[in-house]
């Protein structure tokens, strides 16, 4: 079945250093969404990525969508306290929009 | 403000017990889920429905059960609790579309003894 691999599953990272995390999906995906979630939180969405090779800042925040539509990424620039927990890629399947396929995560722990 | 609720927030209960998880959107979505989240698996779907009356199946769907009998609710049935579905449960819900997002309820840690 389809399936989105997310890396690295830890990083952490010294106040200040770069941190990315890296989604792959086993097929092609209609768009992909970013969430990240607090320690003892919940899921908030980020943003979304629709188009092949689309890129979009937030701030320190820089969102990749690969050309071929399977992979994704999201780096932070120059981390800060405030950005530590769970960071998730959602991809949607091509032809059911309500499919979501997660992947596991990546835990970011930022040391001040 | 329109939200998504969940109840209750903490839950402790015996092996074989029934548990209903409730879960209340006022944005009039049509699109719930619920997911559990265990450490090392992210989110995983147990059931989803796209309006009323509607309920499917997802990946982690055994010894779970879901009702739609109206826009707002989507409560989560455990019909006989077992340890292995001790876990957090998050209820989602999501508008029309091809991009919307997922609007996540705080979730229910429940434990199973």
């Known amino acids: 079945g389809q399936q989105v691999m997310q890396i690295p599953q830890y990083q952490h990272v010294q106040e200040g250093e770069d941190f990315t995390t890296y989604c792959n999906s086993s097929?092609?995906?209609?768009?992909i969404q970013w969430y990240k979630q607090r320690p003892g939180g919940h899921p908030v969405f980020l943003i979304q990525?629709?188009?092949?090779?689309e890129v979009k800042k937030q701030k320190r925040l820089t969102f990749q969508f690969g050309e071929a539509k399977k992979n994704s990424s999201l780096h932070i620039t120059a981390t800060q306290t405030t950005d530590v927990g769970t960071y998730f890629c959602?991809?949607?399947?091509?032809?059911?929009?309500?499919?979501?396929?997660f992947g596991s995560g990546t835990k970011l722990n930022v040391k001040p | 403000d329109a939200e998504i609720t969940q109840s209750p927030r903490h839950k402790i209960t015996e092996t074989g017990r029934q548990v209903t998880l409730a879960c209340h959107q006022t944005?009039?979505?049509?699109?719930m889920f619920w997911y559990r989240q265990d450490l090392g698996h992210g989110l995983r779907l147990i059931h989803y429905?796209?309006?009323?009356?509607?309920?499917n199946k997802g990946e982690v769907s055994d010894g779970y059960s879901v009702s739609r009998s109206n826009t707002e609710d989507l409560p989560l049935t455990l019909e006989s609790a077992a340890s292995s579905q001790t876990s957090v449960y998050f209820c989602?819900?999501?508008?029309?579309?091809?991009?919307?997002?997922?609007?996540f309820g705080e979730g229910s840690r429940l434990t199973v003894l």
């Open positions: 097929t092609t995906l209609s768009n």
């Open positions: 429905s796209y309006g009323v009356h509607d309920t």
């Open positions: 959602a991809g949607i399947e091509l032809y059911n929009f309500n499919k979501f396929y």
């Open positions: 989602a819900s999501r508008g029309q579309g091809n991009t919307g997002e997922l609007f």
């Open positions: 944005w009039n979505h049509n699109n």
């Open positions: 990525l629709v188009k092949s090779g």
